[in-house]
């Protein structure tokens, strides 16, 4: 079956722009997740999302970082006003449920020059 | 503040000899701990988990081990092969929150043939 997807694969942006990043989990899947990892970095976790729960934002660096999920499936990351810092690779998971395994996308590498 | 520490950047073995990855943690509410093995410009493959009541976990030529009062996991993988060669990450949650793993940094493990 399809895992999960994010598109797109890569985003070059200048600085100032708004980007939105795709996830589209995996089928059934309740929870999602995203995470990014910066150069030579671990995976940060940002934001997350299950079933229709309020989401926990508390990994979100700043309020330029915004994230929705529409009908339980597909999230949309908007990153307003970018800035150079931003540039990491931002991955995004999903679960059955809260606790099961997170299983991640390929990732958007974003670039803000 | 870092949770979660890999405090080896990179680790080389010889194929068929044993590779053991490091991870600490300084969370006490940490519960549940996992290793993720990354390939590039791919998302991280789970790997093997271990929850905080046991403290080792095998599947097949991987095992986990846990020591709780040291706040040290380990990742055994033998014997190794090439194919093992990836960025591994050691990632830790809470249960009862929202799941969000908080990651390590990763080890970059070369297996040579």
């Known amino acids: 079956g399809a895992g999960v997807s994010q598109s797109p694969s890569n985003k070059v942006t200048e600085k100032g722009k708004d980007v939105e990043l795709r996830c589209d989990p995996i089928?059934?899947?309740?929870?999602l997740y995203w995470y990014r990892q910066s150069l030579g970095q671990g995976l940060e976790f940002l934001i997350y999302f299950q079933g229709n729960s309020a989401p926990d934002k508390s990994g979100l660096p700043s309020d330029r970082f915004s994230a929705e999920r529409t009908g339980g499936s597909v999230s949309t990351l908007t990153i307003q006003r970018t800035q150079q810092e931003d540039s990491a690779v931002y991955l995004c998971a999903s679960s059955l449920s809260n606790g099961d395994t997170q299983y991640f996308g390929p990732g958007t590498r974003l670039t803000v020059l | 503040d870092q949770q979660v520490k890999q405090n080896s950047p990179s680790l080389s073995v010889q194929e068929g000899r044993i590779s053991i990855l490091n991870c600490d943690y300084t969370?006490?509410?940490?519960?549940?701990f996992l290793w993720y093995k990354k390939y590039p410009a791919e998302g991280p493959t789970f790997l093997i988990s271990?929850?905080?009541?046991?403290d080792k976990n095998e599947d097949g030529r991987f095992t986990v081990f846990l020591n709780k009062s040291a706040k040290h996991l380990s990742l055994h993988i033998v014997p190794s092969q090439p194919g093992d060669s990836a960025v591994y990450f050691c990632a830790a949650s809470v249960m009862d929150s929202s799941y969000k793993l908080i990651f390590g940094s990763g080890t970059r493990l070369l297996v040579r043939p």
């Open positions: 969370n006490s509410m940490f519960d549940y």
């Open positions: 089928s059934g899947h309740t929870a």
């Open positions: 271990i929850s905080s009541i046991k």
